[in-house]
């Protein structure tokens, strides 16, 4: 995208593409809270992680988290009662995590590293068993996720090695036990939206098995499935609801062992349980809330296991969305009831999330084009029939814009074929994602049939206004419409193989029973080219821009219009769709003055051109043909364009040179032209110093071939420039050549060397009514004080 962005600064859809990965991978840093709390325990912690993608081949994740759990009286599960105890745990986690994707696979490959340091007490009532003690854990991991496209299908792999440090961590402070295992997970993800079949649309499905093998020689397995049906959708509202119906298993296979004289089970040890039960959810999302988006899940689980536990879980989770930040927080409470033959009846608990992440993004911009906001409006359908039927009776506007100085407000309008604006809404704040127009002009009133187009609109905290592209919507009053959107407003069929066909969209409301269809294309009233077609009505048609005779139209402005023919015999016609072939541009540039001095005087470059031109580019490039400076423009270009001879740092790019310049166009057919080459000088800088003026010449690997005290051909040239200037600016006795080198060379080749080139400086020379002396100082001396830089191999020519 940035190579598209580069070539035309204001191609919108590159943009908005360029500006949603950079939110999706720019660099974030999230920081997080949990709290959770039950019958028994008390569990806090907070976290903080960053995410950096350096490339499109590597991603880093690396983070912190402390944890801070307390409990008072034996861990209670599955119906079994642990020895009482009170435990008091820390527990503080490094981690860093690399991932690798394989595009051309569809898979990522990571790999984890985790450190964990825990210390805690233990208090047992009894000075025998009570006991304080800290230790920690190094944990790793690999696996892939795979997801090949258009399945629907997200598969995770992992192996990891870990310890058990979220439930069990008391129990491992009381056995005296630092328990890990080994584990092998796999998941799988499918949204089957992508097949075709009954409810396809609203299905999803997730697995999840994990089998483990802890180092105390037990050993678990556990599953959870989850098929999920949206069984309603409210668009207008943005809002779903979900019903899921869900299955766990899990079991475990252990030795009991003892601590002292007391027996017992090693830790949270479920033995053969199934969980069964149903989800209901209800998701909205809310637009341009607090100049933001908000969504929220508000859900309920209620779940009976074969050990006759019945477990309620509600919960909600919600999450407020800006370009850069995102607030979010989770909450769940569970409920269990137990069975009969324990002594608690109830469980409860709750479990609290909540944090914030930062992105790090700016708009991406060429070079010399300046920053711009990123606006872009899409229509979805693009053929409206608002009658009341239910279908396609609006359009939905998806809406993106961006702007580094914040949007302080909004405005969508929408103009008619004469651009008459008949309609407008507007708010203060963030943008939302979409919007509706179920066409309707102001006062509320249905708009006539035709063709609208709806523009979006800007203005940021310093009061500047930006608007989108256009988007077109046609509007039928008719139950059966049909509506052709071309591809581009202007090609160019000349066969340079950009632009040089045209597509005609074709927006139907009725697709069915056709008898046969046809396209006609006209100039000046006089059709050029029929395509035609029985039945079926495709996606779109194709126009290479050749008449019925197979030769290319010239030129110019042309309208077409689609005809459908049903089998009941109604005939309905599209509007007019208006597309222009252009298959030439021209360009041609005036230059001056013939001579500029970098950060003194500035080059004028006037462009004279022909065609709706959409980007530009001015090339300084050097005679062999290397290009020191480079202008990008997106547009029209201005009148003049102007140089003051610096690089893209502000610096001066070049001296005592002669430079080539050259402009190159590309108008909205694709076209495009370049100038000729028009030639102009950069000049010798020139110093008034204390009781002297000093010409500076720098070598720039023009003037002497290598490091020799040869002249090039341009060199000769140079210094002939050099002796003319000198005799113009008179008003000397005496010149002195003072020569540099660079530091490529020893001290004593580098003395030589300058001393060399400044014997052959001062023979070009020798006709200057003045006495010329020679000093070769080597690399002695740098240009820019204490730093070497391209400047350093200069000759110094001091005028007394």
């Not at 039927?389 to 309008?413: C, R, S």
Request: one cysteine or more; hydrophobic letters at 35%; glycine letters at 8%.
């Amino acid at each position: 995208y940035e190579i598209c962005i580069n070539a035309q600064p204001d191609f919108e859809f590159a943009r908005k593409a360029h500006y949603e990965l950079q939110k999706q991978h720019s660099p974030s840093v999230t920081g997080t809270f949990s709290y959770f709390s039950d019958n028994i325990r008390d569990r806090y912690g907070v976290g903080i992680a960053g995410w950096y993608e350096p490339s499109q081949y590597l991603a880093l994740k690396a983070g912190y988290e402390f944890t801070k759990q307390t409990d008072s009286g034996g861990i209670a599960t599955t119906g079994q009662l642990f020895y009482p105890s009170k435990g008091d745990v820390t527990m503080q986690k490094a981690f860093a995590e690399v991932s690798v994707p394989l595009r051309l696979l569809y898979m990522r490959l990571f790999g984890s590293v985790t450190g964990n340091m825990y210390s805690g007490t233990v208090n047992y009532g009894n000075p025998l068993y009570d006991t304080s003690l800290s230790y920690y854990s190094l944990n790793y991991g690999v696996g892939f996720w795979f997801t090949p496209p258009a399945t629907g299908i997200t598969l995770k792999v992992a192996y990891s090695h870990d310890d058990e440090n979220d439930l069990s961590q008391s129990l491992k402070m009381k056995f005296r036990d630092a328990i890990t295992y080994n584990m092998v997970e796999g998941m799988i993800d499918i949204n089957f939206s992508e097949y075709n079949f009954p409810l396809s649309k609203r299905l999803f499905l997730y697995n999840i098995l994990q089998y483990k093998m802890l180092s105390d020689s037990n050993t678990r397995l556990s599953s959870f499935n989850q098929l999920t049906i949206r069984v309603y959708r409210i668009p207008q509202w943005n809002m779903m609801f979900d019903v899921a119906g869900i299955y766990s298993y899990e079991d475990t296979k252990f030795n009991t062992y003892s601590s002292g004289d007391i027996l017992l089970v090693p830790y949270w040890a479920p033995m053969g349980v199934s969980y069964y039960g149903p989800m209901v959810k209800v998701s909205q999302q809310v637009n341009n809330l607090l100049g933001g988006s908000l969504l929220y899940s508000i859900f309920f689980e209620y779940m009976y296991d074969s050990l006759d536990q019945r477990i309620m879980m509600p919960g909600i989770s919600i999450s407020q969305s800006w370009d850069k930040i995102n607030l979010f927080a989770e909450y769940m409470y569970s409920n269990v009831t137990l069975p009969n033959s324990t002594t608690q009846k109830t469980y409860m608990s709750h479990d609290l999330k909540f944090g914030a992440t930062g992105k790090f993004f700016s708009i991406y911009s060429p070079k010399g084009a300046g920053r711009k906001p990123v606006l872009f409006v899409s229509a979805n359908p693009t053929l409206i029939t608002p009658d009341g039927d239910g279908k396609d009776d609006f359009a939905t506007l998806n809406l993106t814009a961006f702007d580094e100085k914040g949007i302080q407000q909004w405005w969508i309008e929408i103009f008619d074929e004469k651009g008459q604006k008949i309609q407008e809404y507007s708010l203060a704040g963030a943008v939302p994602a979409n919007f509706r127009w179920d066409g309707t002009s102001r006062n509320n009133v249905l708009s006539p049939g035709g063709k609208y187009y709806v523009q979006l609109t800007i203005q940021n905290s310093a009061g500047e206004k930006f608007s989108s592209k256009k988007q077109e919507i046609a509007l039928s009053t008719s139950k059966r419409a049909v509506a052709l959107t071309p591809s581009y407003v202007k090609f160019s069929p000349n066969g340079d193989k950009i632009k040089d066909t045209v597509s005609f969209i074709i927006q139907a409301t009725d697709k069915k029973n056709v008898d046969n269809w046809f396209i006609t294309i006209s100039s000046k009233n006089k059709i050029v080219k029929t395509i035609r077609g029985n039945d079926f009505i495709p996606y779109d048609v194709l126009w290479d821009g050749n008449d019925d005779s197979l030769k290319t139209v010239p030129d110019g402005e042309y309208s077409a219009v689609m005809t459908i023919k049903y089998d009941d015999g109604i005939t309905v016609k599209s509007p007019v769709a208006t597309v222009s072939v252009v298959t030439k541009a021209t360009i041609d540039i005036k230059v001056e003055p013939n001579e500029i001095v970098p950060l003194q005087t500035t080059l004028r470059i006037t462009p004279a051109f022909v065609g709706d031109v959409v980007q530009w580019q001015i090339r300084f490039m050097r005679d062999d043909g290397a290009v020191v400076k480079v202008i990008n423009g997106a547009g029209m270009p201005p009148k003049v364009v102007s140089w003051d001879g610096t690089d893209d740092k502000g610096e001066p790019a070049v001296y005592n040179m002669q430079l080539q310049t050259q402009m190159e166009i590309t108008d909205d057919a694709g076209n495009t032209a370049v100038s000729k080459k028009v030639p102009f000088m950069v000049g010798f800088l020139v110093k008034q110093e204390k009781g002297k003026r000093v010409v500076y010449m720098f070598n720039q690997n023009t003037i002497f071939k290598g490091q020799s005290d040869e002249l090039t051909v341009n060199g000769v040239l140079i210094l002939d420039q050099l002796a003319a200037k000198l005799a113009k600016m008179g008003g000397f006795t005496q010149v002195n050549i003072v020569a540099y080198t660079d530091a490529v060379g020893s001290k004593q080749s580098n003395m030589a060397l300058s001393q060399k080139q400044a014997a052959v400086i001062a023979d070009r020379l020798k006709n200057l009514p003045a006495e010329i002396k020679t000093v070769g100082a080597g690399a002695e001396l740098h240009y820019i004080k204490d730093k070497p830089s391209k400047w350093d191999m200069r000759y110094e020519i001091e005028l007394y």
